[in-house]
């Protein structure tokens, strides 16, 4: 569908939000980010596919929303950390506000959501911790508690063994 990049797998990686106004937009990419938003039946596109600029995204868009702020969580560079950009808006602009965490063991990708339950923030990622022989293709989902800082931005998630208590 796009044509950011020559590669044949620069439509992946799909994720959607459903904003408190009960729009839908879908989210995704390979090299280029992109969203459009969703009809009712949230099958077809409604309207243009627009592209969001991100310093060094690979893939794996997550969308959030957070105390009035939009978050867009990324994969970064390869092998891959998690960046993220926070805008006042579903649609941008977005500003790039750094790493969210860093490489994540032994496995080159890495993937996360953000959900809020029962008043706590989570990030959810995977490692290749799995066993035996973890890796890029043998992963361990793995969940840490995220926190925000008084201005909204995230701090920068702490990867643990032991996950959540």
């Known amino acids: 569908m796009t044509k950011f990049s020559d590669i044949s797998w620069d439509d992946i990686d799909p994720t959607v939000f459903i904003d408190t106004d009960g729009q839908a937009y879908l989210f995704w990419g390979n ?71 860093e490489l994540a063991g032994n496995s080159n990708t890495n993937h996360q959501s953000i959900i809020d339950f029962k008043g706590q923030s989570y990030f959810i990622y995977h490692n290749g911790a799995s ?13 840490d508690k995220l926190f925000y800082n008084k201005d909204g931005t995230m701090k920068r998630v702490v990867m643990t063994s032991e996950g959540i208590q």
């Not at 957070?66 to 500003?95: C, D, Q, R, V």
């Not at 066993?131 to 969940?143: A, D, L, N, Q, T």
Request: proline share 6%; glycine share 8%; with cysteine.
């Open 31 to 101: 090299t280029a980010c992109h969203y459009v938003k969703l009809k009712e039946n949230m099958t077809e596109i409604d309207g243009e596919i627009h592209h969001i600029k991100l310093p060094n995204f690979t893939e794996a868009p997550w969308i959030h929303k957070h105390n009035g702020w939009y978050y867009l969580s990324y994969a970064y560079e390869f092998p891959e950390k998690i960046a993220y950009a926070m805008s006042k808006s579903i649609t941008g602009p977005w500003e790039f506000k750094g790493i969210l965490n």
């Open 131 to 143: 066993k035996p022989h973890g890796g890029s293709f043998r992963r361990s989902v793995c969940v």
